[in-house]
């Protein structure tokens, strides 16, 4: 069984990561009853023995006895950190996972990756090695951070560089959450475009989430619970509830309800890794599978159902119409138009009682409406883990590599470029030692040149289907 570490950096970060810990200790707890270390929890999880004074042994096989979160946690603030650490998932982090400051980047993506990065680079390393030490086949790191502050993409995407030079053959998936164009945030087209650069240059996967996205999906949910359609209540105790059974609308922190959604997705991605299943998809093959161009490594997901924990008793869709879900734009977690866009590849990770059968069923049946590029027709990958989400029969996550992101990033490129012909702002990343003005020229011109790539692409679109032309061998 391989093993995945995850990487939270920042405010962003740290509270999805929060979550998905949560959720996820949820879903092994309704999994494995007997209390027993297995090896579905070992892919994300050491079994300590506190016992011992110290860093305890790891126990490999028997009863739980503490169980730690491979997981380091960083941020230059202390708030959100500190708040995990007194919450119900203490015990999960050892203090030995965490680098906390006090003063945090004030927004400034300089100060995050060259301060910071700077002052706690060794540190990082030390603890990321000591972290991929305890585990027996180290497959994936996952870096979540979001885009628009300064410690989630200045020193997220600082991590991201330094894993590549300690960890090179160790796949990087980053889950990076865009701001949106109202944004509180007045530097964030600064931040998220120096990011851009780093994520296309490092990554191996990344999962880009809108702001937007997630607050239009959680209204909906929100309005579909109110509007008192059979079935549509939310459960007593559940995560959108009070213990009081009250709904949480006001103790509940703003960001709860879409980090749900997020750790959600996270939970789907990572099910193969952790549960067995009859077609498992290894998280290797997704990278594999779905980046055909090194640079072009963006995957648009989608997600059915959005709700986590059976929080909202919602009548189960069936499975055609789950699939259906899939790929209409309301269950996106970017506002992308993938049908009218065209395809690079798409995967589709299954959960619950569903047959193979029943995949190839569906994507027969969609296969009609999307664009896929001439050259990979039949570029789908699929994989199905047999264990659903808690309180649901199945679920679906679909991930696509498709040109439909393009206009995030060129509306992106254009909020950048509103502050950067009026050279504002820029004197505060300017004072920071090793950040000169063409750190700023570079990174807008990495993301014009990645918006062209998928320009090329688009242009091959509803043109004729042409073979590939096969190499010639000379006799």
């Known amino acids: 069984m391989t093993q995945s570490v995850v990487v939270q950096v920042g405010q962003c970060g740290n509270q999805v990561g929060c979550r998905f810990w949560d959720l996820a200790l949820r879903e092994h707890a309704a999994v494995n009853k007997k209390g027993i270390y297995d090896e579905a929890l070992s892919s994300f999880f050491r079994n300590v023995d506190t016992r011992s004074a110290g860093d305890g042994p790891d126990i490999y096989k028997g009863k739980i006895c503490s169980l730690k979160a491979r997981a380091l946690l960083i941020d230059m ?222 995957l648009v997901s989608s997600l059915t159902p959005l709700y986590t924990l059976a929080d909202v008793n919602v009548l189960s869709r069936r499975l055609d119409q789950m699939f259906s879900d899939a790929f209409s734009r309301d269950h996106q977690l970017i506002q992308a138009d993938p049908k009218h866009s065209l395809y690079l590849a798409c995967a589709l990770l299954v959960r619950g009682n569903v047959q193979i059968s029943d995949l190839r069923r569906n994507i027969e049946r969609l296969k009609p409406s999307l664009h896929f590029v001439s050259w990979n027709q039949e570029g789908w990958k699929t994989g199905l883990c047999s264990v659903p989400p808690v309180g649901h029969s199945h679920s679906l996550l679909a991930l696509a590599n498709n040109t439909c992101v393009k206009p995030t990033f060129m509306e992106l490129r254009d909020r950048f470029m509103r502050l950067y012909k009026k050279k504002a702002h820029l004197h505060h990343y300017l004072q920071v030692d090793g950040m000169e003005q063409s750190c700023f020229s570079e990174a807008v011109s990495s993301l014009s040149d990645l918006i062209e790539e998928y320009n090329e692409l688009d242009a091959t679109k509803g043109g004729p289907r042409t073979d590939p032309s096969r190499l010639k061998i000379a006799v």
């Not at 993409?153 to 894993?163: A, F, M, Q, R, V």
């Not at 996967?205 to 702001?211: A, D, H, R, W």
């Not at 703003?254 to 299943?277: C, H, K, Q, W, Y």
């Open 77 to 298: 603030e202390e708030g959100v950190v500190n708040e995990i650490l007194q919450g119900p998932l203490r015990d999960v982090f050892d203090s030995k996972q965490l680098i906390t400051d006090v003063s945090g980047s004030g927004n400034n993506w300089a100060v995050g990756h060259k301060i910071y990065g700077c002052q706690y680079r060794e540190n990082i390393v030390e603890k990321l090695r000591k972290t991929a030490e305890h585990c027996d086949c180290l497959q994936c790191f996952f870096i979540i951070h979001s885009m628009g502050g300064g410690t989630g993409s200045g020193l997220g995407t600082l991590i991201l560089n330094l894993l590549e030079d300690e960890f090179p053959e160790v796949y990087r998936f980053v889950t990076a959450v865009y701001p949106s164009g109202e944004d509180d945030v007045i530097t964030s087209p600064y931040n998220s475009v120096l990011a851009m650069k780093e994520l296309n240059e490092h990554a191996d996967c990344v999962l880009p989430i809108e702001n937007e996205s997630l607050f239009d999906i959680v209204n909906k949910i929100h309005q579909m619970v109110n509007s008192g359609k059979l079935g549509s209540t939310v459960k007593q105790n559940s995560l959108v509830t009070s213990s009081a059974g009250i709904t949480k609308a006001i103790q509940e922190k703003p960001f709860d309800a879409m980090n749900n959604i997020v750790a959600n997705l996270l939970l789907n991605l990572t099910s193969s890794a952790r549960f067995e299943g009859s077609l498992n998809m290894d998280l290797n093959e997704i990278s594999m599978n779905l980046v055909p161009f090194p640079r072009l490594h963006y």
